[in-house]
């Protein structure tokens, strides 16, 4: 259920030979990559992103079905032959998957093959010899696999990232037909120098994206897998429900707190949604939640998963190469914005309960204490990974030594040791776990060599600036108007591609724009990072809305907008980041003064917003529309952290919460329902 809902389609349960067959390949991948950390091939990084590449491409063929329709008489004909022959959870790769395969294979390994072929081939330094003068074999196969890695982003993410990938082709190959007026115009590229670009340099397939995929995120899935075998994902939420048992707010605190603990492992909006929602919603039904509130909940709490140290998305690991910065430094500039994040919700969590008479429910779950006690073990990886990160380990040996130390851990609980046999499983789960995400960044090579060879990132970034110098001269004003525009267009790209694509594009055309106006580049860069993330909550697609709504069986549009409610701070922090040289105390940059100041002030706007969204005043009772949009305005103003925006911020913050006061002496002090008995419930 949870691969229904993320960014890439469900694949294959495979099972027989071709089961087999992907296990062994994923196995060596596995290995190849653990190797790499700590005996890197001497070839060089490429040489391993090549052979990294060859074994996961073919993969992608036998995982992830075709999704073509057949004519009816062959659908009929292919439908009696799975039910009769194979296993019924289980499809069969067809013969174009396993053609397709094999030449995923030939295309990637051929630079480093020492087989003259045709005036190419030669081995891997005859290969980079020949950059900027392919020979015929090259472009041929480098066509070949040009096209495999479209049809594989298509079989994992579906058409939008292919179009958009051909785009960009097509932009490259046309753009010197273009009026040489126009700010895009360039030379133009012939089709041998695009592939060259594509397929013989550091920034086509063999790019950082695929680097960050190849050397960080596969290790971060194994890592993951093997977490969630030992059994931490399960003691992560019921140490959750153990935390609140006896509140009145249980049930809610429950779901937002899972969503955070899981998150440090996952990575993944929809699929941690998937995993709270399916324990937690029982819950939230018992309290009285209606399924459109529960489920906003849900995703919202979900998507920080993505934005949650120590383990953000994929695009955290492209920003500290991009950068050149190193992990922790990226985990860092995450944490006050995390923190930030789900204290939104939480706020947004105790307002729903007191404005709607939420019943409290009682989690039979035992001591939090004798929780940790017994099984705290589970923190010890994540806090090692942080240690290790902290004294100067790099990135992958950091995650490995935490792996290592996860399924050490794993023997002290006898239902979920790893022994050698779900060691297996683990490498293969994380392996197969990186199989999508691999085609998406190979292919965000594409955009990125094809920006590069034709300058597209600093002329889109002058048109974005120049739209917002025709509104005002104002440097202050333009800065503001190209973040606001930077945003709705980050938000609107990222509902078509998945997010690391997103980020990818997004950071060749909307960072240099940002840059050009004086933001820092780690500001820049997380802006960026949190609108891509971002497009898990922001309809019409919200992939993690439209999971919890599964979940939940609550109205899809309605859910969308409860996740809209809960996520404001997200979609708001970040402008926080850009407009105001204060706002990087927000990233953890500067003093302990400008920090402090930062993160208290914009958590006041996290609260006035809340309370702006929710239409209550903890403690006092229901806000009026006056008050709430006071409230509003005050939280966005709180945003401008500079001293007279602030100042402003707070008079109105205090006039709203004097007139929630002054209507609660007039009305007399309301009720928020009578609550029910608690609710015994057990998990």
Request: hydrophobic share 55%.
């Amino acid at each position: 259920m949870a691969a229904q809902f993320e960014d890439e389609k469900p694949g294959r349960v495979l099972s027989g030979p071709a089961g087999l067959l992907l296990t062994a390949t994923a196995l060596v991948v596995g290995a190849l990559a653990l190797w790499q950390v700590f005996r890197p091939l001497s070839q060089g990084s490429k040489f391993y992103l090549i052979l990294f590449l060859a074994g996961v491409l073919p993969l992608v063929f036998l995982a992830y079905p075709a999704g073509l329709r057949l004519p009816a008489r062959l659908r009929a004909r292919r439908h009696d032959e799975d039910r009769v022959d194979a296993p019924p959870t289980s499809t069969r790769p067809t013969v174009p998957d396993m053609a397709l395969a094999a030449l995923a294979v030939a295309a990637c390994l051929y630079p480093v093959l020492p087989i003259p072929l045709g005036g190419g081939g030669g081995g891997y330094n005859a290969f980079l010899d020949r950059q900027g003068l392919l020979a015929p074999t090259d472009l041929v196969l480098g066509t070949v696999l040009l096209l495999l890695l479209l049809e594989a982003c298509r079989r994992t993410t579906g058409w939008i990232l292919p179009a958009v990938c051909l785009l960009f082709l097509g932009y490259g190959y046309y753009g010197g037909l273009l009026p040489q007026s126009w700010p895009v115009a360039h030379a133009g590229l012939d089709f041998s120098q695009l592939v060259d670009a594509f397929y013989n340099s550091d920034s086509g397939f063999y790019g950082t994206p695929l680097d960050v995929a190849a050397s960080y995120i596969v290790l971060f899935t194994i890592y993951g897998a093997v977490l969630e075998l030992s059994g931490a994902g399960r003691f992560f939420v019921e140490l959750s429900a153990a935390a609140f048992r006896r509140s009145r707010t249980a049930a809610g605190r429950t779901a937002v707190a899972s969503g955070f603990l899981l998150g440090t492992v996952s990575g993944s909006g929809a699929a941690t949604t998937v995993s709270i929602g399916a324990v937690t919603w029982p819950l939230l039904r018992r309290a009285g939640y209606p399924p459109e509130r529960a489920g906003g909940m849900l995703a919202a709490a979900g998507v920080g998963a993505i934005l949650s140290p120590p383990t953000l998305g994929a695009a955290a690991f492209i920003i500290a190469e991009y950068l050149g910065v190193s992990y922790l430094r990226v985990l860092g500039w995450a944490t006050v914005p995390t923190v930030l994040y789900y204290l939104g919700i939480l706020l947004s969590v105790e307002i729903d309960a007191r404005r709607s008479g939420v019943r409290p429910v009682v989690i039979d779950v035992g001591s939090p204490w004798r929780m940790i006690a017994r099984f705290g073990y589970h923190f010890a990886s994540l806090i090692a990974i942080v240690v290790l990160l902290a004294v100067g380990v790099s990135a992958t040996r950091a995650v490995v030594f935490a792996t290592v130390l996860a399924a050490a851990l794993s023997f002290l609980d006898r239902a979920n040791r790893l022994t050698p046999a779900r060691l297996v499983t683990a490498l293969v789960t994380g392996v197969r776990g990186v199989l999508a995400v691999t085609a998406v960044c190979a292919a965000a090579g594409i955009i990125t060599a094809t920006t590069t060879k034709t300058g597209l990132g600093p002329q889109a970034a002058a048109l974005l600036v120049g739209g917002a110098k025709a509104a005002t001269s104002d440097p202050t004003l333009v800065l503001v108007l190209t973040a606001l525009l930077a945003a709705v267009a980050l938000t609107l790209l990222g509902l078509a591609v998945p997010v690391t694509a997103s980020f990818v594009i997004g950071w060749v055309i909307v960072g240099p724009a940002l840059l050009d106006l004086g933001v820092t580049a780690p500001a820049a860069a997380m802006f960026v990072f949190y609108f891509a993330v971002l497009s898990e909550v922001s309809p019409p697609t919200a992939l993690a809305s439209v999971a919890a709504a599964a979940i939940t069986g609550g109205r899809l549009v309605p859910t969308m907008w409860q996740t809209l409610r809960y996520a404001l701070p997200a979609y708001l922090t970040p402008i926080a980041f850009v407009i105001t040289p204060a706002g990087l105390g927000l990233l953890g940059i500067g003093g302990v003064g400008r920090i402090a100041v930062a993160a208290v002030v914009t958590a006041l706007s996290v609260a006035v917003l809340a309370v702006a969204a929710g239409g209550w005043l903890p403690g006092v009772g229901p806000a009026g529309p006056p008050e709430r949009v006071l409230g509003a305005l005050a939280g966005v103003t709180l945003l401008w952290l500079e001293p007279v925006p602030v100042t402003v911020g707070v008079a109105l913050a205090a006039v709203a919460a004097a007139g929630v006061f002054v209507r609660r002496a007039t009305a007399g002090r309301p009720s928020a329902g009578s609550p029910a008995s608690p609710v015994e419930e057990k998990l």
